[in-house]
């Protein structure tokens, strides 16, 4: 079964460094997502992403982050100046469709744990 | 804004015994999906059961059945016949199913699920 993958699993970095985290989505799906989880709170919504265009983002999603798809299958999302915040558990996922039925569902992928020192 | 709520921050259940999970959500629109998510300790997210909301039918996978009550808002997740690996957090979300790229999911703040021997 066709499934959304991420890459690194794990990724320690410095304060102020740059971060790339990579996802591959189920490859005939056309929509984009990341999320985000704090350790202990709730899943977040931080963009969506269609058309090789943002097509929503949250508050959260500042001048900071950015997102790609530089190929044909790769989407990225990159974190230019890492805060201590933004330690967390970054969630790709992926939609067919944005609407109708079964199509629209999310599918997750195995998440990219972020710690920033 | 749309808002989900689930009030069980941690549920026990003894195994092969039937268990429900709660949540309730805020909305305004009268088209959306509904959807039950599991995250086990790997931390990955894995689609549970998915219900819309135009559908008066309750959604069913195996032993996994919601009880969707519309008017009251409220769509709680029942488990039949608990087994050890049940034993996940589990988190209810909201989608929008309103025309147009990007409709995010919105989570509740989850439920730890424990199953006892």
């Known amino acids: 079964e066709p499934e959304v993958t991420q890459t690194p699993s794990h990724q320690v970095t410095q304060m102020g460094q740059e971060v790339i985290l990579r996802c591959v989505p189920i490859?005939?799906?056309?929509?984009f997502y990341w999320y985000r989880q704090i350790l202990g709170q709730k899943v977040e919504f931080l963009v969506s992403f269609y058309n090789n265009e943002i097509s929503e983002k949250s508050e959260i999603f500042d001048d900071q982050f950015s997102v790609e798809r530089p190929d044909g299958s790769n989407f990225t999302l990159k974190i230019r100046s890492t805060k201590l915040e933004d330690s967390a558990m970054y969630f790709c996922?992926?939609?067919?469709?944005?609407?109708?039925?079964?199509?629209?569902?999310?599918?997750f992928g195995p998440g990219t744990r972020l710690l920033v020192l | 804004a749309q808002t989900v709520t689930q009030s069980q921050p941690e549920m026990s259940v003894q195994e092969a015994e039937t268990v429900t999970l709660s949540c309730t959500y805020d909305?305004?629109?009268?088209?959306?999906?509904l959807f039950w998510y599991k995250q086990p300790p790997s931390r990955q997210m894995i689609l549970v059961i998915r219900q819309e909301a135009y559908k008066q039918q309750n959604a069913t996978e195996n032993r996994f059945s919601v009880n969707f009550q519309k008017a009251a808002k409220s769509f709680s997740l029942k488990i039949s016949d608990s087994q050890l690996g049940d034993a996940a957090m589990y988190f209810c979300?909201?989608?929008?199913?309103?025309?147009?790229?990007?409709?995010?999911?919105?989570f509740g703040g989850g439920t730890r699920l424990m199953v006892k021997p």
């Open positions: 979300a909201y989608r929008s199913a309103r025309g147009g790229a990007g409709n995010m999911l919105t």
């Open positions: 490859s005939n799906h056309l929509y």
């Open positions: 996922a992926s939609s067919e469709a944005s609407s109708g039925g079964n199509r629209e569902t999310q599918y």
């Open positions: 909305t305004s629109e009268s088209d959306y999906y």
